[in-house]
C-alpha cells in the first residue's frame, strides 16, 4: 500500500474486468429454495384451513416467482474483480457492500463443493482472512471450479513469491519439498474400520424428531415412525399376543437392530465425510481434501499452526487409533474450529504430519506430572447436590428420586477415577496437556503460541498452595480454552516464566 | 520476573499485603470513587425498584411491610460504602521487563501476563466518571482467543497514555 501510484493505475485497468458468479448459481438459489419452502407451509396451511383452496398454488407459485427474483437481483448485483494484488467484491440489492481484501492478508483460500455444485461444475469459494468472526470472511458463492482452481494458484503464487525475497529460511523449507507430497490417505478399508469405532445412536434422535415432527402434519392417523403405531396394527392382525410370547427375542432383535443402527449410521458418517480423503504437502500448507457428496479442499498454512491435538477414545486407543487436529487461526468449515487432518491413525501415520507443523509427540518414557486431585471437586459438588436433591424428592414420596443418589454415586466416582488422569509435561519447546479417560485428548502447545498467561488461584486452591494455568492461544473455540489446571503455585510461576521467555515462533 | 511468591499472602484485609506480596503496584485509589459511583448508579434504581415492590405488593397482601425496603437499602449502602476501595486494593499491576502484568480479584484471584511483543493493538479509554476523577483504563489487545483483551483500570490519564506509549514502543523494536 505504500507505492500509491504503482496500485492506483492498476486499479482503473481492472474496471472494464467485472466478473460475475456462475450462472449456474441460480440453479444453487432454486436448489436451496427447498428447506426455504418450509417457512411457506403454515401460509399454505391456514390458506387450506379456512377453505381458500382456490389460493394455494398461485401462493406458491408467488412465493417461487418472488424468491427467483430475489436470486436473480442479488446475482445481477454481486460482482467481483481479482486485481494484481487484491480482490474486490460488491454486493447488496439494497445496501451495497464494497470489499476489498489484499492478497497479503487471505490466509488461505478453500473450495468447496456440494452434491448439485459437483453436477453442475461451479464450485464456492472462501477467503480465510484470519480476522475474527464469520461475517468477516468473505465467499464467492460460486464460480466455475477450473476458475476458482487458477484463483487460487494466483493468490498462492502472489503469497509465496512476496515470501521468497526476506526470509532465507522459507528457502531452506521449501528446498526438501518442492512439489506437493502426499501426507496421508485414507483407503475405502481403513474408513471401515473408522466407521465401525465411529459407532454413533445420532440417528436414532434424527428418527425421534421425524416421530414429532410427522406426528402433527400428517393427515391419516397413522405415523410410520412411531412404534405405538405399528403396536396398534400388530394388535389388528393379533401379532401383538405372538410379540408379547416371545417378548425375550423381541428385545433382543431390538438391541440387535439398535446396534446395527448405530454402527450403520457411523460408518456412513465416516464415509460421507471423509471419502478419498487426502492430505497433501504443499509448499507452504498441508491441504486437504475429503468428501463424498460435500467435497471440500481446505489448506491449513504451516506457519499459522498454533497447536496440535491428538483425540482418541478409550476403546479405539485400546487398538492403537487416534485423531489429530491442529488449531490454526482459520477455523474448518462453519462448524468446527479446529482442522482435522488426520480422522483416523496409527500414531506411526500421525507423527510425520507433526513432523511438518514442527511439533513434538512426547514418547513412551515421557515422566508426566499430575494435577491435584481437587480438579474433582466440581464433580463431587454436582454429585453432592443430585444426592441430595434426589433424597428429598425420595423423601416426599417420588420414588424417581432415588436416580439422584445413584447418579451422584456415578459423577462422584467418575470425576475422583477422571481427575488422575489430568496431566501435562514440559517438553522444552511446548507443553503437553493430556486430560480425560473416556475420550483421552492430548494437546501439545508451542511456548510460541502463548499469547498471555493467566495464573488463576480462588479461596479453595490458594490454602492448598495451588494454581491453574491458563494459556491465551489465537484460533480455538472460546469455551475450551488450554489450561493445566491445580499445579503447585512455585511450579506454575517456572512454568510461566519459561513459556513467556520463549521468542515468537515466526 | 524475579519475584518470588510469598507462601501465603499475609492478612487478606489489610489493603496493600497483597500487591505488596506479590511486588504489584497499586491502581490509583481514586479509582474507589469511580467504582463507588458505579455501583451506586446500579444498585440505587435496583433499592428503588424493591421499594415499590415492597409498597406495592407487601402492603396490600399485608406482608410484613417495610422488611424488604430495608433490607435493600442495608445491603446496597453496605456495598457501595465498603466494597469499592477493597475491591481496589486487589487490583495491581506491574510494567517492565518487556511485559505487562495485571492482576485482579481475591476470591477469584487473576494473574495475568501479556508480553508486550504479543500485543496486537492498545486502546485508553475514558468514562464520564473516570473523566470527572481523572483517570483512564489501557486496554491491550492479544490474537488469543482466551485474552483477547486485558483491562487495567484506575490509571491516572498520564500514567495510561505514558504506559501505552511504553509498550508502543516495544511493538516497533520488535518488527524492526
Not at chain 1, 383452496?53 to 460482482?79: C, D, K, T
Request: charged share 15%.
Amino acid at each position: 500500500m505504500s507505492d500509491a501510484s504503482a496500485t492506483l493505475p492498476a486499479l482503473a485497468d481492472s474496471e472494464p474486468r467485472w466478473q460475475r458468479l456462475h450462472p449456474a448459481t441460480l440453479a444453487l438459489a432454486i436448489v436451496a429454495l427447498g428447506p426455504k419452502s418450509f417457512n411457506l407451509l403454515p401460509a399454505v396451511a391456514a390458506l387450506g384451513f379456512t377453505g381458500n383452496w382456490v389460493y394455494v398454488v398461485p401462493a406458491i407459485l408467488a412465493f417461487l416467482l418472488i424468491s427467483l427474483l430475489a436470486a436473480w437481483f442479488q446475482w445481477l448485483r454481486f460482482r467481483f474483480v481479482v486485481g494484481d494484488d487484491e480482490v474486490v467484491i460488491e454486493s447488496g440489492v439494497f445496501s451495497r457492500q464494497h470489499r476489498t481484501i489484499p492478497f497479503d492478508r487471505i490466509q488461505d483460500v478453500s473450495i468447496e463443493q456440494g452434491l448439485v455444485a459437483r453436477a453442475l461444475g461451479i464450485a464456492k469459494v472462501g477467503f480465510e482472512t484470519g480476522a475474527g468472526g464469520k461475517e468477516n470472511d468473505a465467499d464467492l458463492n460460486a464460480i466455475a471450479l477450473d476458475a476458482a482452481q487458477a484463483l487460487r494458484t494466483t493468490i498462492r503464487a502472489h503469497r509465496s513469491g512476496e515470501a521468497a525475497a526476506p526470509a532465507a529460511t522459507d528457502a531452506t523449507q521449501m528446498a526438501p519439498a518442492p512439489e506437493d507430497r502426499l501426507l496421508f490417505a485414507m483407503s475405502p478399508r481403513q474408513l471401515l474400520v473408522a466407521g465401525l469405532f465411529n459407532f454413533s445412536l445420532a440417528a436414532l434422535a434424527v428418527v425421534g424428531a421425524g416421530m414429532q415432527f410427522f406426528d402433527g402434519l400428517l393427515p391419516f392417523d397413522f405415523n410410520i415412525f412411531n412404534p405405538v403405531d405399528w403396536i396398534d396394527v400388530a394388535d389388528d392382525y393379533e401379532l401383538g399376543d405372538w410379540v408379547y410370547a416371545h417378548r425375550g427375542i423381541a428385545a433382543a432383535g431390538g438391541i440387535v437392530s439398535l446396534l446395527l443402527l448405530g454402527f450403520a449410521s457411523g460408518i456412513a458418517m465416516m464415509f460421507f465425510a471423509n471419502w478419498d480423503f487426502r492430505l497433501t504437502r504443499e509448499p507452504r500448507a498441508l491441504r486437504r481434501t475429503r468428501g463424498l457428496t460435500t467435497r471440500t479442499d481446505v489448506a491449513v498454512p504451516v506457519k499459522r499452526v498454533q497447536a496440535a491435538i491428538i483425540v482418541t477414545g478409550w476403546l479405539r486407543q485400546r487398538f492403537g487409533w487416534h485423531e489429530l487436529r491442529l488449531q490454526s487461526l482459520a477455523s474448518d468449515g462453519e462448524k468446527e474450529r479446529d482442522h482435522q487432518v488426520v480422522p483416523f491413525a496409527r500414531l506411526g501415520d500421525i507423527d510425520p504430519v507433526l513432523t511438518e507443523v514442527a511439533i513434538m509427540r512426547p514418547g513412551a518414557g515421557q515422566v508426566w506430572q499430575h494435577s491435584h486431585h481437587i480438579v474433582a471437586l466440581g464433580g463431587v459438588i454436582g454429585a453432592i447436590c443430585a444426592t441430595i436433591g434426589g433424597l428429598i424428592a425420595a423423601s416426599l414420596g417420588q420414588p424417581l428420586g432415588w436416580f439422584g443418589p445413584v447418579a451422584g454415586l456415578l459423577i462422584a466416582a467418575g470425576s475422583l477415577f477422571g481427575a488422575r488422569f489430568h496431566r501435562w509435561a514440559d517438553l522444552g519447546e511446548q507443553v503437553a496437556i493430556r486430560r480425560g479417560v473416556w475420550k483421552p485428548k492430548t494437546t501439545l502447545l508451542p511456548h510460541a503460541s502463548v499469547q498471555s498467561v493467566d495464573l488463576k488461584s480462588d479461596f479453595i486452591l490458594r490454602p492448598l498452595g495451588l494454581a491453574t494455568l491458563v494459556f491465551g492461544v489465537p484460533g480455538g473455540s472460546s469455551l475450551a480454552s488450554h489450561e493445566i489446571p491445580a499445579i503447585p503455585v512455585a511450579t506454575a510461576h517456572d512454568l510461566r516464566t519459561r513459556i513467556l521467555t520463549a521468542r515468537t515462533r515466526r | 520476573m524475579t519475584d518470588t511468591p510469598a507462601a501465603h499472602p499475609t492478612d487478606p484485609f489489610a489493603p496493600d499485603a497483597l500487591n505488596a506480596a506479590e511486588g504489584l503496584n497499586p491502581v490509583n485509589p481514586a479509582y474507589a470513587q469511580v467504582l463507588r459511583i458505579a455501583t451506586a448508579l446500579n444498585l440505587i434504581p435496583l433499592a428503588i425498584g424493591a421499594s415499590v415492590f415492597d409498597a406495592l405488593l407487601i402492603r396490600h397482601i399485608e406482608g410484613p411491610y417495610g422488611l424488604i425496603t430495608a433490607l435493600a437499602w442495608l445491603i446496597a449502602a453496605i456495598t457501595i460504602v465498603s466494597f469499592p476501595s477493597r475491591r481496589v486494593s486487589r487490583w495491581g499491576y506491574r510494567i517492565g521487563e518487556g511485559q505487562l502484568r495485571v492482576a485482579r480479584g481475591w476470591l477469584f484471584r487473576t494473574d495475568t501476563i501479556v508480553p508486550f511483543v504479543r500485543v496486537q493493538h492498545i486502546d485508553v479509554g475514558q468514562g464520564p466518571i473516570e473523566r470527572w476523577f481523572g483517570l483512564s483504563h489501557l486496554v491491550v489487545h492479544t490474537s488469543g482467543t482466551h485474552n483477547s483483551m486485558v483491562t487495567l483500570p484506575g490509571l491516572h490519564a498520564d500514567l495510561a497514555a505514558a504506559m501505552r506509549e511504553t509498550i508502543r514502543r516495544h511493538i516497533q523494536t520488535d518488527f524492526a
